[in-house]
């Protein structure tokens, strides 16, 4: 069985930093790119970053880049997202997935596998 867990997520302050993590089981995804994506309360889910299967290509959403940070792991098979600067309206539910392509992608409708998500929540 296939599996995204992610982890690392938390009540934080305004600019503080945390560094989300996404562990795959159940098989290797070092040829797949993998993404991070957000959903707000009421709000769409939304891409945040992505990464390629060998670090070559790497998006942002424009509204995180300069504070956020994706890289990864093969050899672990996990996937982080390092988050600093937060703000209020960084506040979501983070999930990772896992691309069924080796290049980096912003769309959702380009992942074949999702975590279950975990809380970021940013206090002013």
């Known amino acids: 069985q296939v599996r995204l867990v992610e982890s690392g997520g938390g009540l934080v302050q305004a600019g503080g930093s945390l560094r989300l993590s996404c562990a795959a089981s159940g098989r290797t995804f070092s040829n797949n790119a993998m993404g991070w994506f957000r959903q707000a309360p009421g709000k769409e889910r939304e891409f945040v970053a992505a990464i390629g299967w060998n670090d070559g290509t790497i998006y942002y959403d424009d509204s995180v880049k300069g504070r956020f940070a994706v890289s990864r792991d093969n050899a672990k098979n996990t996937v982080y997202l390092q988050i600093n600067s937060l703000k209020p309206e960084d506040t979501a539910v983070y999930y990772c997935?896992?691309?069924?392509?080796?290049?980096?992608?912003?769309?959702?409708?380009?992942?074949?596998?999702w975590g279950q998500g975990t809380q970021v929540t940013v206090s002013s």
């Open positions: 997935a896992a691309d069924r392509s080796r290049w980096a992608r912003s769309t959702p409708g380009s992942y074949d596998y």
